[in-house]
């Protein structure tokens, strides 16, 4: 069990939740008394989790956000601050994944120079592409199997001469040979049931995180039923931190946070007891 | 025809070259003397293009290089370095997508924030994802296909069951439906020829950025042959970079650049007199 798994399931058991925050600061969608500051993306990221630190499993920043702001400097403040202040595990959320000697640095990038706890990466590149990031054996690596976005099926949904689509064989791999070290974890999208159904008789008991509930618009429900069997960790970014849009911002993304941590557990508790029977 | 691809024929005309240089500051590599440098990833670049720009048609910086050293405002000044300086062209190697509303943010990064005038994209999560990128229509959107890395087939060289394997789809779609503001280049290693002519096949006339070419040992003659009938951008980084490891450093990238320039015009001499005919 890596250490990253250790403090989802600690976390997961001491908030009672199984939500995901995702980090993504937008300053078109920021409190105005914030977009204009200088450290206004940490203060806006810091808001969020110092309000919702006890009601989620894991934070996700997501880096392109601060990117495009020429932000890294605050991102990796947020982190720290993360690490500090509370119990939460981070996911970096970058995708990334190049040839191997690229893809190391890229590890670097998360682990070292971010001190993430797990990152999203790509499968495109195959296994030599991502043993760099397989290497941090304490870490979460979450492979991209099916996206939430509509035009995720394009190349994701191909059928192979096998049968298999081209995410299953991604799941086949990721639960084996790819998984050598017991640190896998996949990106299934909460807007496709069926699919994450199929993910999950694939993939067994590996934790999947869930992106697509929320602003993207996939069914609590539905995928708290498709997702039994194992771990999960279901992600939503605007609905919950651009709940509120003024100096209100944190109170509104904690009332959000607590609704969309219940209708999860309210789905979960009308099905069963544990998401893992 | 966008800006970018002006500038790449330009430059092609002008140093009569195809090589593009890959700027893939490692500290393990650099000069001893630039290591310790607080800006010595900029220093060690710049002296790389100072000593090169006459003989490529391209510069790619990787940007995974610069993210594991924190060194993103090196990166920055790097790039408005060769714009100020030079009429080369600046590819971000950074092989990017997401959703739409976070692939929006990765365009950001590379076309405002960096000023990049082609980007790398994956092709993963299709086209809704890659949209954001090429509504920039005067940049180049670099559309990974057939990777050069030994494992690039793991995924990509899949069967479907129409025949056609995964990286053919994506030449396929990149030719055609993706390409609706005509600024698409694709990836394809130089080091599977059989596959780099099937893509040509596809694709026509298509700028494509080809890899592999130097430390991973695609062979020059093979490539060129099997890239014929269109504009090709070759790549080579750790080769030409690292030839030297001291104070002669840009001298020996300069020598490296020109021998490789030579041997890919001296294998497209063997074969015609011009790529597109």
Redesign the interface.
Known sequence: MVDFLDSVMAAEKNNKSFLCVGL?P?PAHMPAHLAGEPDGVFQFCRGIVDATHDLVLAFKP?I??F????A?GQL?RLIEYIHANTEIPVIL?A?????????T??A??AF??YGADALTV????????LQPFLDYQDKGIII?CR??????????N????S?ET?YE??AR?AAGEWNGNGNVLLVTGATHPGELRRIRDIVGAMTLLI?GIGA?GGDVAAMIEAARGGGVIVSSS?AVIYAGADRDFAQAARAAATETRNSINDALYAICNDIRS
């Open positions: 993504d937008d997501q392109a956000f990117a495009a702001q020429a890294e990796r959320d995708k990334r994944a190049d040839v191997t000697s690229t893809s640095m890229y670097r990038e070292e120079v790509n499968p495109y590149f195959g296994l030599d592409s991209l996206t939430s976005n509509p035009g995720g099926g394009e190349i994701q191909l059928v192979t001469e049968g081209v064989v991604v791999k992106p993207q605007r």
